[in-house]
């Protein structure tokens, strides 16, 4: 069981005010473990440790806990990786035409044929018309672009360009800088881009 909480304890002074002593005595007593060992928010001013994850003593389902500083906000990610066993979701397929191979006037030229060969109109019902219509255009066309099936990644999302990626990755590299160097000028270049 993983538990959310707060550690206030600050990095530069190594102090440890009345809650956080409460929130340690709290986990010996229940016999848990913090897995964040470092500072989650880190201005240029402070770095403490907020964001904690706690789990129970012995816990052997833990593999690694990791502080990732980002540039979203002031406070890092904090994550933790546990072992389960769960099922693999079957992969989504989809059918589509292939027009590798796709002649368009070769298309024209049997739609048209084809037309020409079936009276599309000979009917007063607009409804029967379509229907007739849209057989012929749909036999032409999987002869020319036939069906295939193909897997797809179900986490695509057309609306993340490659410019959002970059200043994605330009934030965090200057987040990045300013938690390691402790440097004011790529905290201030960070705050440019309009995270705070």
Same mark, same amino acid.
């Given at each position: 069981?993983?538990?959310?909480?707060?550690?206030?304890?600050?990095?530069?002074?190594?102090?440890?005010?009345? #809650?956080?002593?409460? +929130?340690?005595?709290? /986990?010996?007593?229940?016999?848990?473990?913090? +897995?964040?060992?470092?500072?989650?928010?880190?201005?240029?001013? $402070? @770095?403490?440790?907020?964001?904690?994850?706690?789990?129970? +003593?012995?816990?052997? #389902?833990?593999?690694?806990? &990791?502080?990732?500083?980002?540039?979203?906000?002031?406070?890092?990610?904090?994550?933790?990786?546990?072992?389960?066993? $769960?099922?693999?979701?079957?992969?989504?397929?989809?059918?589509?035409?292939?027009?590798?191979?796709?002649? @368009? @006037?070769?298309?024209?030229?049997? /739609?048209?044929?084809?037309? &020409?060969?079936?009276?599309?109109?000979?009917?007063?019902?607009? #409804?029967?018309?379509?229907? &007739? %219509?849209?057989?012929?255009? +749909?036999?032409?066309?999987?002869?020319?672009?036939?069906?295939?099936?193909?897997?797809? @990644?179900?986490?695509?999302?057309? %609306?993340?360009?490659?410019?959002?990626?970059?200043?994605?990755?330009?934030?965090?590299?200057?987040?990045?800088?300013?938690?390691?160097?402790?440097?004011?000028?790529?905290?201030?270049?960070?705050?440019?881009?309009?995270?705070?």
């Amino acid at each position: 069981m993983i538990i959310l909480g707060d550690l206030n304890c600050d990095f530069y002074t190594n102090t440890v005010n009345s #809650n956080t002593k409460k +929130l340690i005595e709290l /986990l010996d007593v229940y016999q848990l473990k913090q +897995l964040i060992k470092e500072p989650t928010r880190i201005t240029s001013n $402070t @770095r403490t440790l907020i964001d904690v994850i706690i789990t129970q +003593l012995g816990n052997t #389902n833990i593999t690694t806990s &990791v502080v990732i500083h980002l540039g979203i906000s002031d406070h890092s990610l904090v994550y933790t990786c546990r072992i389960i066993s $769960t099922r693999k979701g079957k992969p989504k397929i989809v059918e589509t035409s292939q027009f590798k191979n796709f002649n @368009r @006037r070769a298309f024209e030229s049997d /739609l048209n044929q084809a037309f &020409v060969d079936t009276d599309v109109y000979h009917d007063n019902d607009p #409804n029967e018309i379509w229907k &007739v %219509w849209k057989s012929i255009f +749909l036999s032409t066309a999987d002869k020319h672009a036939p069906l295939r099936q193909r897997k797809v @990644r179900s986490n695509y999302n057309p %609306w993340i360009t490659a410019e959002i990626k970059n200043l994605g990755h330009r934030r965090d590299f200057l987040k990045k800088r300013a938690v390691t160097h402790n440097s004011i000028c790529y905290f201030n270049e960070y705050k440019k881009l309009g995270i705070n």
